[in-house]
Nanobody
Framework: QLQLVESGGGLVQPGGSLRLSCAASGFTLDYYAIGWFRQAPGKEREGVSCIGSRGGSTNYADSDKGRFAISRDNAKNTVYLQIDSLKPEDTAVYYC????????????????????????WGQGTQVTVSS
């Protein structure tokens, strides 16, 4: 069974950090670009970041540049999203998704917001930033 599982979310104070993980089972991530999305209550799901299949290319939403860092360890079949200097507006459910291509959809400098471009999705992990 092909599956993506996110973990690492939780309740954190403003200014804190989290590292989210996206682990794949039932398939290898080697041939997939992986994107992170988030969806806040009452809002559309938006692209946060994406990393190419070999990790050589990454992109980030403009609002997140400098605070977010995406990485991958294909040997562990896992992709990570490090989030620093967390803000209350980062509160959302964070999802990872697999795109069956070496390169990320969207532009070289901005991840796609188009969920239909991704083939597999995780169930999401809640991130809540509050004091």
């Amino acid at each position: 069974q092909l599956q993506l599982v996110e973990s690492g979310g939780g309740l954190v104070q403003p200014g804190g950090s989290l590292r989210l993980s996206c682990a794949a089972s039932g398939f290898t991530l080697d041939y997939y670009a992986i994107g992170w999305f988030r969806q806040a209550p009452g809002k559309e799901r938006e692209g946060v970041s994406c990393i190419g299949s070999r990790g050589g290319s990454t992109n980030y939403a403009d609002s997140d540049k400098g605070r977010f860092a995406i990485s991958r360890d294909n040997a562990k079949n896992t992709v990570y999203l490090q989030i620093d200097s967390l803000k209350p507006e980062d509160t959302a459910v964070y999802y990872c998704a697999a795109h069956k291509s070496k390169t990320c959809p969207g532009t070289p400098t901005h991840p796609s917001d188009l969920t239909y471009e991704y083939d597999y999705w995780g169930q999401g992990t809640q991130v809540t930033v509050s004091s």
